[in-house]
């Protein structure tokens, strides 16, 4: 069956905005690419208020930090994403590419080291999975030295990500990208005031453990992500994803958390602004 390559129409606009916590505008999904500006746009048509944009690679980090810096809507986040840290083959080729990282961490609409953490699901080989653990640990000490939040890409390594941050000593703010995790990983979260960013794929009928864990979680610590283009919420699963997308996934959060979408958006808008910062500085 081929696939609905198709953008889904602009959602039902939130009446109380909120923010994409996790985005990639670099990548396109689509039938027919739409470039970041049509992006922002049908965002705001849907009553978004900004997003970060997620670098995983120096390119993409460079990108993602030169856009925020023009883009009221944006802030950046920069990394090299796990599955990039073996494409380095050595820790002193590594280094090189994280002093780069270090250096767009100083740039003021740079508000998060990330996407980085473990991902034992696409990297395999024990040399690999040794670059993977320095660069994690790397970009946990550029986080900590730079006072920005940490943007984590935990896949099927809950418990060596978890060791890893109370091993090193986590920064301030941490977040888990596109959250993936059961009960348990939700109250080591909340124990530790980590924040848990829910994307589209909790809408998705198996996930009950998702489900589970928004439940659960405390409201302080909730954030809502679009991972776009991928992750797109219920009913377009499969098709791209987009920021303008993320009421849909607002209005199932606030089902499962049995509260109005206005009190949900509001508390997800506090809560990324206290990870992140104000969008109307740095410009």
Partial sequence: MR???????????????????????????????????????????????????????????????????????????????????????????????????????????????????????????????????????????????????????DREAHAEVVATLKRVGAPERVVFHCYSGDLELAQICAENGWYMSFAGNITIKRNKHLRDSLAFAPKELILVETDAPFLTPEPFRGRPNAPYLVPITVRFMAGIRDVGVNELAAQLTANTEAVYGSWAEGL
Avoid: C
């Fill in 3 to 153: 696939r609905d390559l198709r953008y889904p129409d602009v959602p039902e606009p939130l009446e109380v905005g909120t923010y994409d916590n996790h985005t990639h505008l670099d990548i396109a999904d689509g039938e027919e690419a739409i470039d970041y500006h049509e992006h922002l746009e049908l965002a705001r048509e849907a009553g978004m208020l900004g997003a970060v944009q997620v670098g995983v690679t120096l390119e993409t980090s460079r990108w993602s930090a030169a856009l925020a810096a023009r883009e009221s809507m944006l802030l950046a986040a920069v990394a090299l994403h796990p599955n990039e840290a073996p494409v380095y083959e050595s820790e002193s080729a590594l280094d090189e590419a994280l002093a780069e990282i270090d250096a767009l961490a100083k740039q003021p609409r740079v508000r998060a080291i990330g996407e980085t953490g473990l991902d034992f699901f696409r990297t395999e080989g024990e040399r690999a999975l040794e670059l993977q653990q320095y660069s994690f640990e790397q970009h946990i000490r550029i986080a900590k030295e730079n006072g920005l939040a940490l943007q984590i890409h």
